[in-house]
């Protein structure tokens, strides 16, 4: 095979440190939601990992859970949600795959590595935003006690959002900047094992 799919060793090295930050994400919350309201003026939380979703504190995921429940919204349970049984699965794909490439040390593992990472990335922002619409738009308001016609109580994928006399606010947690730090770490590898390749000379 030629010398030229090789990648350099910088960019071995970055992807194989791409790869074992992910490692972070089983250990780390992934998404943080918060909930304000005058009546809960420290807020209510809930911090969302790969495999599990619980509360701020002990108590805010059965306070949000009452809280849903006045206004017809379906209880979070996070054992009835099957992403959370795949993500450590795929996470786990990620971590080997990419430690594969950067051993490997050619061209098309990384690229193939890099966009298998892309893919699941924006699958996982679309999906946890799928899960977010279905949970706010499917209001069971035939036993709600509070009911509003039209209203829906979708939080932000990102932002700040008012819900009422509720202010939602969604931003990556700790694992969420690591992982967003370690897709920057792969695109920086990948990068620059493009340029590298288009700055060759033809004869080399």
């Not at 051993?103 to 193939?112: C, E, N, Q």
């Amino acid at each position: 095979m030629s010398r030229t799919t090789r990648i350099s060793r910088f960019a071995r090295a970055v992807t194989a440190l791409a790869s074992l930050s992910l490692i972070g994400l089983f250990f780390l919350p992934l998404w943080r939601v918060q909930l304000v309201a005058p009546q809960y003026p420290e807020g209510l939380g809930m911090r969302i990992g790969i495999n599990s979703i619980r509360g701020a504190t002990i108590y805010d995921l059965d306070n949000i859970n009452g809280l849903n429940h006045y206004i017809g919204m379906q209880r979070i349970t996070p054992e009835a949600i099957p992403e959370l049984r795949l993500m450590p699965w795929i996470l786990g794909a990620l971590i080997v795959t990419g430690l594969i490439a950067a051993l490997v040390g050619r061209r098309r593992p990384l690229y193939a590595w890099f966009a298998g990472f892309f893919v699941a990335s924006a699958a996982g922002l679309v999906d946890f935003w799928r899960w977010e619409y279905e949970y706010g738009h499917n209001i069971d308001f035939e036993h709600a006690i509070i009911k509003i016609p039209g209203m829906n109580y979708q939080p932000p994928l990102m932002g700040v959002k008012q819900l009422l006399n509720f202010t939602a606010v969604s931003w990556p947690d700790a694992g969420g900047w690591l992982a967003f730090a370690a897709f920057a770490l792969a695109t920086l590898a990948v990068v620059t094992v493009y340029r590298s390749a288009t700055c060759r000379p033809a004869h080399a």
